[in-house]
């Protein structure tokens, strides 16, 4: 590394008493003359840290007079859980109509300045000072945000258990989960409590939801969102996406807010163009005229190894199923296809998410990236957590946090290298097959909405945990490869815990990256014409 600023003895602001301790501790002994050497250009190096303008005057501050927000309050009454904080924000001067009107909500891990962040947990009391770019966006097409949605505890749980501000509970069915992370969201569509609202997804967190509450919820293309403003799970599998009650408004939403932002390296240039979808405009896509055969021409590949998931529902087999078949009468070709490599997916996904993972999303600590950093938040978090700040983690977020620190000790960099290393070959292999398709289909989730546990119970993480076992088989490898993902509902099933009680299924549709509009059709087309609460 140069130096670039001038070296003075006299004037070292690190002394070799200073840089002993810190050599000693990485196991490292260097002799006194390097050391008095080192020390000098390490001064150098603090030097230029201490130079350093304050970053807060380059940040996307939102014009509060544009964009003002009134009435922030926490909720008396949260409806069952779904919200975190409360307040109203319109724009003065829209830009576009498409979302005139639309309330809003924001997955708790959205930038919203002025307004509190939990991100689903106590561990640090932070409010952010400016807006997420979705936010920006969604404000310019004329919505109106009305609160911040329940997360779970760092969005690290797929049980609506474990959010600061209480358990999320099914609209079908008080006591049983919403899915996570994005659970507030989810109820809050599905009641009707808002028109639309945001989730975020890096292993399922926006589908999960989606399926256990019967709304459409899209995770896109990685990179076709921008993520400024969003609190990190991992770069690499970082999405946020739309959740609305049918595809028209997910569509809508979508074209509000995709394209990138200047900020966000997540965004590759190719297949985008401006503020827009570079070859298709979504809402025309999904308000194609309805025919009997709105599917001509489309091939719809069953993804076999989607129905093989360990600890399966047959009930949700076969409503997935009879919900495939519908796609024939639509003059879709509907044929099975074998992609053996999805099974090995979510456990590449596991081992590659506790290094990278624990960093991003626990410390903060998202170096190698061009994007917005939240640089206020890090100075709330040190290079580990407090006994404080692990206590309030839930048991996934504990989870991560100790698998961070084991493969950090253990293996190094590696485990998570070869991790990466083999799920771009796993990638590949969607490509391939979506050489052959339009799209694949699957059922999002392999089983119903979980009961909760009991309020305030002290179970351990194991057993809180084991209520989700393979929950997201199908919706994490999706999030590595990139492609999108979206979760329609097609029916009811049964609770496992209680078969007189019929819950939301639903099933997944993926696409080619960058063709989320080829998905929304799709699940248009089947919405158009079938009544899923009635099958």
């Not at 708790?108 to 920006?136: F, H, K, Q, S, Y």
């Not at 292993?203 to 609190?231: D, H």
């Not at 909405?449 to 305030?456: G, I, V």
Request: proline share 7%.
């Amino acid at each position: 590394m140069s130096v670039v600023l001038e070296l003075k003895t006299s004037e070292k602001r690190v002394t070799e008493d200073e840089l002993r301790p810190v050599i000693a501790k990485a196991g490292l002994e260097l002799s006194e003359p390097l050391l008095e050497n080192l020390s000098t250009l390490i001064s150098s190096l603090d030097k230029a840290i201490a130079s350093l303008p304050d970053d807060k005057s380059v940040w996307p501050r939102p014009n509060l007079t544009k964009y003002p927000r009134t009435d922030i309050h926490i909720p008396e009454d949260n409806e069952l859980g779904a919200w975190a904080t409360k307040v109203t924000v319109k724009c003065t001067s829209p830009i576009s109509d498409l979302l005139k009107g639309r309330t809003v909500a924001l997955k708790d891990n959205i930038a919203l300045a002025g307004v509190r962040c939990t991100n689903g947990t106590a561990m640090v009391d932070w409010t952010p000072e400016i807006d997420a770019t979705i936010v920006t966006r969604t404000l310019d097409a004329g919505a109106i945000i009305i609160g911040k949605a329940a997360c779970e505890n760092a969005c690290l749980e797929g049980l609506s258990g474990t959010s600061v501000t209480g358990q999320v509970h099914n609209p079908y069915a008080k006591g049983y989960s919403t899915g996570g992370s994005s659970s507030g969201s989810g109820r809050l569509v599905a009641t009707g409590s808002v028109d639309l609202a945001f989730g975020g997804d890096q292993g399922g967190s926006i589908r999960i939801p989606a399926s256990s509450c019967g709304i459409v919820g899209l995770k896109p293309t990685w990179g076709l969102v921008p993520y400024t403003g969003i609190l990190s799970l991992d770069a690499t599998i970082d999405h946020a996406g739309p959740m609305a009650r049918n595809v028209k408004d997910c569509a809508t939403l979508l074209e509000a807010v995709a394209g990138p932002d200047g900020w966000d390296d997540r965004q590759p240039s190719i297949g985008l163009e401006g503020d827009k979808l570079k070859f298709v405009n979504p809402v025309e896509t999904v308000l194609a005229k309805e025919t009997s055969k709105m599917l001509e021409g489309i091939k719809i590949g069953v993804l076999a190894e989607g129905f093989e998931v360990p600890g399966q529902d047959p009930n949700v087999v076969e409503s997935v199923q009879s919900a495939i078949d519908r796609f024939k009468s639509l003059g879709a070709t509907v044929a099975p296809v074998s992609v053996p490599l999805h099974k090995d997916a979510p456990l590449l996904w596991t081992c590659a998410l506790p290094l990278s993972g624990g960093r991003q999303s626990l410390l903060g600590d998202l170096d190698g990236r061009k994007q917005f950093y939240f640089t206020d938040r890090a100075d709330l978090v040190g290079p580990k957590l407090t006994q404080r700040q692990f206590d309030t983690l839930g048991p996934g977020a504990s989870n991560q946090y100790l698998g961070y620190l084991w493969i950090q000790e253990k293996y190094g960099a590696k485990v998570h290298g070869k991790a990466m290393n083999l799920l771009k070959a796993a990638g590949d292999v969607y490509d391939k097959a979506l050489k052959e398709f339009d799209v694949l289909v699957m059922p999002t989730l392999p089983y119903p909405p979980p009961k909760l546990p009991e309020p305030d119970s002290d179970e351990g993480p194991l057993k809180f945990l084991a209520r989700t076992t393979g929950l997201i088989a199908n919706t994490c490898p999706f999030n590595n490869s990139g492609h999108p993902a979206l979760s329609l509902p097609v029916g009811f099933v049964p609770a496992r815990e209680d078969p007189s009680l019929k819950l939301p299924t639903a099933m997944q549709i993926v696409g080619r990256k960058f063709a989320d509009a080829d998905c929304l059709k799709v699940a248009a087309a089947w919405e158009k014409a079938f009544d899923w609460k009635k099958l």
